[in-house]
């Protein structure tokens, strides 16, 4: 089996790729630069690839401060690109697993969201990707849409580099305690993806939306308490969040106020089950903290007081 996954080298695409390949899946990937291309070269790009059996389409413009500031760029590499994606694989026969993201709502549900739940997306890059989903419901049948929830990872430019890099240099964050997320890592995301594909592997025809988020919802203030003890080992940098209430934690970037997902369709389908979100921070955090940037503790302490 031959699995094309394309952001190959985003978090998200080397967490899948490196599950996929211990699994002993042979893996062919698309670099997320080539999606700031047009169709036409992504097209050739993935065309001149062995035919892949599946196709894994997790690149994305995450970055959601410059999903804003461009929204046409947005459009391109989270909408556009899916035509080519599915272009290509209509030619392999192959089925389509898009990532897609909690981003989708708007948060005014009181209850996690289920994949019947009708998407309303508040920001630049919620939209794209609902436009994203529309696109493949309308067009190619073969598809399994995978909605995720905070993503979790530790990548350079990631949100939870970006946390610590903060906190070790002194800064204060502001943290939501009525926001609910359901965070995620994304070598959980793989896990999930690896066994989906499996069961896909056996001809059952299960095409449709999904969501997978870390078992335990949490406030943002909750996450970022976790992340902090995890990191610096002390309750005293806890002064460093700004307790506060709403969604308004990202300047510019609006947020839904609850972005909790249900999971039961996945497991009633794959039989796949939620695991702790917590048990991959340690590893995550420690990824950063070789990666450099993060402060000794009483470094920290000294700053934010």
């Known amino acids: 089996m031959i699995v094309c996954v394309t952001g190959i080298d985003s978090p998200l695409g080397k967490a899948i790729?490196?599950?996929l390949q211990q699994s002993g899946i042979a893996v062919e990937?698309?670099?997320?630069?080539?999606?700031?291309?047009?169709?036409?070269?992504?097209?050739?790009a993935m065309r001149a690839m062995p035919s892949?059996?599946?196709?894994?389409?997790?690149?994305?413009?995450?970055d959601l401060f410059k999903a804003e500031q461009h929204p046409d760029l947005a459009y391109q590499v989270n909408v556009?690109?899916?035509e080519a994606v599915a272009e290509v694989a209509a030619l392999w026969k192959?089925?389509?697993?898009?990532?897609?993201?909690?981003?989708?709502?708007?948060?005014?549900?009181?209850?996690?969201?289920?994949?019947?739940?009708?998407?309303?997306?508040?920001?630049?890059f919620g939209r794209t990707k609902l436009q994203s989903e529309q696109w493949l419901?309308?067009?190619?049948?073969?598809?399994?849409?995978?909605?995720?929830?905070?993503?979790?990872?530790?990548?350079?430019?990631?949100?939870?580099?970006?946390?610590?890099?903060?906190?070790?240099s002194g800064k204060r964050l502001n943290a939501s305690t009525d926001m609910q997320l359901t965070p995620v890592a994304v070598d959980d995301v793989a896990r999930v993806v690896d066994a989906v594909i499996k069961q896909l592997s056996c001809n059952i025809s299960v095409w449709g939306v999904y969501h997978y988020a870390g078992a335990e919802a949490v406030t943002h203030y909750e996450l970022l308490k976790a992340i902090v003890l995890q990191a610096f080992g002390q309750e005293e940098m806890l002064q460093a969040l700004?307790?506060?209430?709403?969604?308004?934690?990202?300047?510019?970037?609006?947020?839904?106020?609850n972005g909790a997902l249900g999971c039961i369709k996945l497991r009633n389908t794959f039989g796949v089950k939620q695991l702790p979100w917590r048990r991959y921070l340690p590893a995550l955090i420690e990824q950063c903290q070789q990666r450099g940037g993060v402060k000794p503790t009483e470094?920290?302490?000294?700053?934010?007081?």
């Not at 892949?52 to 994305?60: C, K, L």
């Not at 700004?242 to 106020?257: H, R």
């Not at 470094?299 to 007081?305: A, D």
Request: charge should be neutral.
């Open 17 to 19: 790729a490196q599950r």
């Open 29 to 44: 990937g698309v670099p997320y630069e080539q999606f700031l291309m047009t169709n036409d070269a992504i097209v050739r």
């Open 52 to 62: 892949a059996d599946f196709v894994v389409h997790a690149a994305e413009m995450a």
């Open 80 to 82: 556009s690109a899916c």
């Open 94 to 124: 192959a089925p389509i697993i898009h990532l897609s993201s909690h981003l989708v709502f708007d948060g005014v549900k009181k209850n996690p969201y289920i994949s019947a739940n009708k998407g309303r997306p508040l920001s630049v």
């Open 137 to 168: 419901q309308e067009n190619y049948s073969k598809h399994l849409i995978l909605r995720v929830g905070w993503l979790l990872e530790a990548g350079a430019q990631g949100w939870l580099q970006t946390m610590l890099s903060a906190l070790s």
């Open 242 to 257: 700004i307790e506060k209430k709403g969604a308004d934690v990202l300047p510019g970037v609006a947020l839904p106020a």
């Open 299 to 305: 470094n920290c302490l000294e700053e934010t007081r």
